[in-house]
């Protein structure tokens, strides 16, 4: 892999039925609604080698007609909603910062876990994201200082201490640790921790 | 690449080999790691289909709220 640009990362990689089912999922996704990926799934997609259930993404909030347009198109294209069933009902959890689980009809695992990105840190992913450009489609996920920050100063289970470790070791000639200083303060400033 | 460190107990073995794995990453092509990385998730995935959850199972037993 390969920075291509400053805000751009080439990935060769032969894909895993993961990515593919998550290219499939962000194609219908972007017609309707600006995204970007977090926390997990970005070391996976960079080799971090451990099983997940979920690949959580922050959206910009839509409206109810929106969200309807969306969610027939996931439907048409065999995902549906673990959480609930009608419009309304998928937008009322969205709409209460719950998050909503969409996976491929039938199954429960693996599952894109999307939730509108509402307090300020959060809205921030929409401006520092990063572009990975794979061998069947392009996603958009979080900065990697951004990525390693939450893991490390706000997440902290093993399991995110080390996909932290992973990211930061993979990428160590780019990390800005003055960065990771930075949201390390933010984190601490927003939620109270560190 | 030199040996990868045994560490004294489970938390330092697994964060040794987290280091070992990702500079195998860095310094190894996309395809060559990738292969193996591949290869690896998707047995990950296959596994997770033995495990056939109803959204309403999953759903509690992750403790999250749900209206199917």
Excluded at chain 2, 38 to 65: D, V
Aim: positive net charge; glycine residues 4%; proline residues 2%.
């Amino acid at each position: 892999m390969k920075f291509i640009d400053e805000r751009t990362i080439k990935l060769d990689k032969p894909l895993n039925v993961l990515d593919q089912l998550v290219l499939k999922f962000v194609k219908i996704l972007e017609k309707y609604v600006d995204y970007v990926i977090i926390s997990g799934y970005v070391s996976l997609l960079f080799g971090r080698t451990r099983g997940t259930e979920d690949v959580d993404f922050f959206i910009k909030e839509i409206d109810l007609e929106t969200l309807t347009k969306l969610y027939q198109d996931l439907k048409k294209n065999g995902f549906w909603c673990l959480n609930a069933e009608s419009n309304e009902e998928v937008y009322s959890y969205l709409d209460e910062s719950i998050a909503v689980r969409f996976a491929e009809k039938g199954k429960a695992i693996p599952n894109m876990e999307v939730k509108f990105a509402r307090k300020r840190l959060n809205q921030d992913v929409f401006t520092d994201y990063l572009i990975v450009e794979t061998v069947e489609g392009v996603l958009k996920i979080s900065s990697l200082e951004r990525q390693i920050a939450f893991k490390r100063f706000f997440l902290g289970s093993p399991k995110d201490l080390e996909d932290a470790q992973h990211v930061e070791e993979v990428f160590k000639d780019r990390i800005n640790q003055e960065k990771i200083k930075y949201y390390k303060e933010l984190i601490k400033k927003e939620y109270g921790k560190t | 690449m030199e040996k990868l460190n045994p560490g004294r107990n489970n938390e330092e073995a697994r964060m040794n080999f987290v280091k070992y794995w990702a500079k195998f990453v860095r310094i190894n092509t996309d395809q060559k790691w990738g292969k193996q990385h591949t290869a690896f998730i998707n047995s990950m995935m296959q596994n997770a289909n033995n495990y056939p959850f109803s959204p309403k199972t999953y759903l509690e037993l992750k403790g999250e709220k749900h209206t199917r």
